[in-house]
């Protein structure tokens, strides 16, 4: 098992920044990758990016974040960021931290975070 915590979730005005913290504990040797998701209300979990051990990023297909969404990782630590640039109001969901495996291009979340929310003001 995982756990995950994260941190770094908040009140940002739009066009304000955020950086999120997600810190893995336990069995993380067995995990290749970990990554963000978001869900907003009554809309399904997303894909946002993922990074694995070796530093190569995954992206969602969708532009939403693109450009302004940065993930990087902390190998050592075992902690992966996600630095939120530009942040609009459309951007405000709960955001959760993965563990999991990229396979075949794709990554595939295994255990999750508890989420932190992110509230993004116009």
């Known amino acids: 098992q995982v756990r995950l915590v994260e941190s770094g979730g908040g009140l940002v005005q739009a066009g304000g920044s955020l950086r999120l913290s997600c810190a893995a504990s336990?069995?993380?040797?067995?995990?290749?990758?970990m990554g963000w998701f978001r869900q907003a209300p009554e809309r399904e979990r997303e894909f946002v990016n993922a990074i694995d051990r070796s530093g190569a990023i995954y992206y969602s297909d969708s532009d939403s974040v693109k450009g302004r969404f940065t993930i990087s990782t902390d190998n050592a630590k075992d902690t992966v960021y996600l630095g939120m640039n530009n942040l609009k109001p459309e951007d405000t969901a709960v955001y959760y931290c993965?563990?999991?495996?990229?396979?075949?291009?794709?990554?595939?979340?295994?255990?999750w975070g508890q989420g932190t929310q992110v509230t993004v003001s116009s």
């Open positions: 993965a563990v999991g495996n990229v396979v075949v291009g794709t990554f595939r979340p295994q255990q």
């Open positions: 336990g069995r993380t040797s067995v995990n290749n990758a």
